[in-house]
């Protein structure tokens, strides 16, 4: 299986760094051959139809920080799409930067790949959120799949947990803690009594907020993965503007403990159901599912026969997400 | 899919609910025709080569408590091997009770079914616990499926999850509660600072402990999921024997108490390493994904790429055990 890549940052250097440790693997265990033939950043492209050097690959993005520097195959200010048209692969991995605004550059990439007959993994959120619906429909137009495990809970499963192992059960809503780094500062305010400037400080010190972390903390993030659940698992045409959205920057120390002597506490709650797309701060119970610290996402699957099913993993990691991604095109080879 | 059930308890009559509740579904969203053929129990057989009447089944097993009095069809007194040797289907769901004595007559109903080329589901821990590589190796040997999801968590999937879900990560352990009827007991315990014998009556009140508790309390049940697990997920070839086994009944309320003022709770962990095989209590964290309450049973699987991943569900119960074995058929309707 020949494979693009299209973003070069934590994500994609995650699958490159996969693709090392386990190709000889899963060549013995699903016969399934990885190539990866091209790799796109901001700068270029690296390229060789023989498959790339995974060593000297990432060597090239570490000391250099450019693509464009690979040896002999590196080719300067060449764009994405431009890329997809001279380059001929089986799979493309989409994991460009998220935007929120438009989807782009990922929308452009997913839906040129699907033209030309290709399959597409994406961790990216974008476009999901905001044209979940014409993907889907140009994916099954061209007869390829589409596979976005990463996008949700990076290495907490949940879409193909819900479509492959429930396949008995019908999803009626999902409840899920879907964003790690809001989860970390509540579970810090929490324990500590701590305010939620002095907390959210913290998790920037620790590198788990970012410089700048209105996505996280305002909700936005969550909002995304609830609208790629609603379309792909309860096949509610929803687009980002049906979430409503409340993020956790008006949580104090008092209502936190105020819970806490109830037996419940704070969490930032992304809702999946017919009656609301939703993501704000609820009460959860002390001894359940979601009573879990730290940067971990959780979702509970309510279904019809199994009662409430329950999954919880890492929201993100570079490694991580790539192995939400590998499931994906294994998944994809073995249904091809 | 011309099926055959081999005992009529709860989830046998769960099996029969689910197929008159999904039939139509089933057959819109994977194209499966599901036809019960036969089923049998202690009495006998109801036999119906153009399928069996579902409320009529149901009716009669809830009104005699004997499928041999299935109106016009019923067969009293012929075993499940003679039905097996008489009646062309294709798929056996296998749910006797379990015998941790020998396995049987479950064992020799699965080696008959896939002798005579038929896939086999089962939710039956006794044969698996005891003789996992004979029907492993009679399902290759026959070119069969053999699918044995039910029999560990009930509604918790793990099995499917390892293989389908995660298949791009190498699980390297599993810790998991195992059984419900111990998590609710130490639940309670943790609770109410009752003591071990009045919480144990209590859930025997519940009907959530059995009369005879032996097989949960003692970790006996837990244990036979342990080589399940060990077998089916880390290809570690052990059987029964093979698992040190420690109960709950000499857990104190002081012992409670003292690990929750820590911030610790007790629960009773199943372990599946390399290095161990091994059901006893132990002390697990406040905040931590195994810090559930009630019946629930976890598994938390450790993997190289993903970090730790659980699930988290109900582990008993009929329509959830027989949600399980409808997943089971579907991914064999699947992948045939």
């Not at 790339?52 to 450019?66: A, F, I, P």
């Not at 939620?196 to 909700?219: R, S, W």
Request: with cysteine; hydrophobic share 40%.
């Amino acid at each position: 299986m020949n494979i693009c890549i299209m973003g070069f940052g934590s994500v994609g250097q995650g699958v490159a760094r996969v693709f090392q440790m386990k190709k000889e693997q899963i060549k013995e265990d699903h016969g399934l051959d990885l190539n990866l033939i091209a790799a796109v950043d901001r700068s270029g492209a690296a390229v060789n139809l023989e498959g790339l050097d995974l060593n000297l690959l990432l060597e090239t993005k570490k000391s250099t920080g450019k693509l464009s520097e690979y040896p002999e195959n590196g080719a300067e200010g060449i764009s994405g799409v431009e890329i997809l048209e001279e380059v001929d692969y089986d799979c493309l991995i989409e994991v460009t930067p998220t935007n929120i605004e438009d989807g782009e550059p990922a929308r452009s990439h997913i839906l040129k790949a699907m033209q030309d007959g290709k399959h597409v993994v994406t961790s990216n959120k974008g476009p999901l959120a905001l044209n979940f619906r014409e993907l889907a429909d140009s994916a099954q137009k061209n007869n390829v799949q589409f596979k976005y495990e990463a996008s949700v809970g990076g290495a907490m499963p949940i879409i193909n947990f819900a479509h492959e192992t429930l396949s008995g059960c019908r999803i009626e809503s999902i409840y899920g803690i879907l964003n790690g780094t809001t989860n970390y500062i509540l579970s810090r305010m929490a324990k500590e009594g701590s305010s939620y400037e002095q907390t959210l400080n913290e998790a920037k010190e620790l590198g788990i907020a970012e410089t700048d972390p209105t996505q996280d903390v305002e909700g936005e993030d969550a909002a995304c993965k609830v609208v790629i659940l609603a379309n792909s698992i309860l096949k509610i045409d929803a687009t980002y503007q049906d979430v409503e959205v409340r993020g956790i920057s008006q949580i104090t120390p008092e209502s936190i403990s105020l819970a806490k002597k109830e037996g419940y506490l704070i969490k930032l709650i992304g809702e999946v159901s017919e009656d609301a797309l939703e993501v704000s701060p609820r009460l959860v119970k002390e001894g359940s599912p979601f009573a879990v610290d730290g940067t971990l996402n959780v979702a509970t699957l309510k279904t019809d026969l199994a009662d409430d099913v329950t999954v919880v993993g890492k929201g993100a990691g570079s490694l991580e997400t790539a192995s939400a991604i590998m499931s994906d095109i294994i998944s994809i080879w073995k249904t091809n």
